[in-house]
């Protein structure tokens, strides 16, 4: 069977350790892949073994959750009008401790906070702003289902000196960076740079991040679609119909396809990524924009799924090309397996359908 995830974005040198057997760290993939581009200054990479470190922390926190006295609300409601859980809190208070330690990034912008968050750097370095949803799906941590983080990374623009948040908003083809941690049966971090897609696998023993999906491609078709169908009556009629022609019986397509709806978008996101699969969250009557936030949850995992080679769009136009007006601005969401998403889109548009 050929590899199904060849590593081409693994150096020679550190492929022909990797088939000798031996592991990658995070540490050591970073460096490598800084060495690959001369003009960097190394601020990137400290920027991204920042977040991997904050990384580690929540995933210790998330793995006390019940034991320790971190469980349940933290009697605040941020932003979204959500009460806030603990971890939530805790995750963001990780990432920002981690980003003003690391003193590469001079903004930041969470779904825990109103506001964007500046950070004072020195002005020599400190050019990047991190976008972030520290801790997605923390509806299900009372639950023990997995849950994650997601950000995505851009450069402040040059000859911009103050970090506003005007700085944050840029489209999405802007970001230098985006990633996820999930926080499942292991503990997965996974992200791009624009350069493919690589997973890292926690190995708690040693406390590294080790390279275990090298170069993921995501399938071009898949059976496995996403959705809360709990919503359909709310559903736009083109969508409705998709809904009931993947339950249809034929062989010829590998009809009736399969849902999985964990409830958590990271973990059906990194499911569907290594299986093949669609997942929505559409506008429907309740949410008329959708209900996943277009700057930390929608662009950095179109980043992602582009770079594996999948596609996504809010329905009707790439994710990654709309220009944002709020940092917390919602859109939908029709993410995974180029096929799945391009059919759903012939049932939404049947005009323009092929
Ligand atoms: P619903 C979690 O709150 C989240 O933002 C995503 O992680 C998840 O896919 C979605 O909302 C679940 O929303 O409305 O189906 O419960």
């Known amino acids: 069977m050929t590899d199904p995830h060849p590593r081409s974005t693994v150096p020679?040198?550190?492929?022909?350790?990797?088939?000798?057997?031996?592991?990658?760290?995070?540490?050591?993939?970073?460096?490598?892949?800084?060495?690959?581009?001369?003009?960097?200054?190394?601020?990137?990479?400290?920027?991204?073994?920042?977040?991997?470190?904050?990384?580690?922390i929540i995933n210790r926190d998330v793995r006390r959750a019940g034991l320790v006295d971190i469980f349940g609300d933290s009697g605040q409601i941020n932003v979204q009008g959500e009460v806030q859980k603990k971890l939530d809190a805790l995750a963001h208070a990780e990432m920002e401790r981690a980003l003003r330690r690391g003193g590469e990034c001079v903004l930041i912008g969470s779904e825990e906070h109103a506001e964007a968050i500046p950070l004072q750097t020195s002005s020599e370095s400190g050019r990047y702003?991190?976008?972030?949803?520290?801790?997605?799906?923390?509806?299900?941590?009372?639950v023990n289902v997995s849950i994650g983080t997601i950000f995505s990374v851009y450069r402040l623009p040059e000859g911009q000196a103050e970090a506003t948040l005007?700085?944050?908003l840029q489209p999405g083809t802007?970001?230098?960076?985006?990633?996820?941690?999930?926080?499942?049966?292991?503990?997965?971090?996974?992200?791009?740079?624009g350069d493919g897609v690589n997973g890292f696998t926690l190995d708690p023993s040693i406390g590294e991040f080790i390279l275990?999906?090298?170069?993921?491609?995501?399938?071009?078709?898949?059976?496995?679609?996403?959705?809360?169908?709990?919503?359909?009556?709310?559903?736009?009629?083109?969508?409705?119909?998709?809904?009931?022609?993947?339950?249809?019986?034929?062989?010829?397509?590998?009809?009736?396809?399969?849902?999985?709806?964990?409830?958590?978008?990271?973990?059906?996101?990194?499911r569907n990524l290594l299986k093949g699969g669609i997942y929505i969250y559409p506008a429907n009557t309740r949410d008329p924009e959708g209900k996943l936030r277009?700057?930390?949850?929608?662009?950095?995992?179109?980043?992602?799924?582009?770079q594996a080679g999948g596609r996504a769009t809010d329905g009707t136009r790439r994710i990654l090309s709309k220009r944002p007006e709020a940092l917390?601005?919602?859109?939908?969401?029709?993410?995974?397996?180029?096929?799945?998403?391009?059919?759903?889109?012939?049932?939404?548009h049947p005009s323009s359908a092929r």
């Open 129 to 142: 702003i991190v976008l972030m949803d520290p801790l997605d799906g923390s509806s299900n941590i009372e």
């Open 174 to 193: 802007q970001q230098v960076a985006a990633g996820y941690v999930v926080y499942g049966s292991s503990t997965m971090l996974v992200y791009t740079t």
């Open 166 to 168: 005007d700085a944050a």
């Open 294 to 306: 277009l700057m930390y949850e929608a662009n950095p995992m179109a980043f992602i799924v582009e």
């Open 12 to 56: 020679n040198a550190r492929r022909a350790s990797l088939d000798a057997g031996a592991v990658m760290t995070l540490e050591q993939f970073i460096i490598d892949q800084q060495h690959r581009f001369p003009h960097s200054t190394g601020s990137f990479s400290r920027l991204i073994r920042d977040i991997s470190v904050a990384a580690k």
């Open 212 to 270: 275990s999906h090298p170069n993921i491609r995501t399938p071009r078709q898949g059976r496995i679609y996403s959705v809360n169908v709990g919503n359909y009556r709310s559903f736009d009629a083109g969508l409705r119909a998709y809904l009931e022609w993947v339950q249809e019986e034929d062989p010829a397509t590998n009809r009736p396809f399969t849902l999985r709806y964990i409830g958590s978008f990271v973990s059906d996101f990194h």
């Open 328 to 348: 917390h601005q919602r859109t939908p969401v029709f993410i995974g397996s180029e096929e799945m998403v391009r059919r759903v889109e012939s049932f939404l």
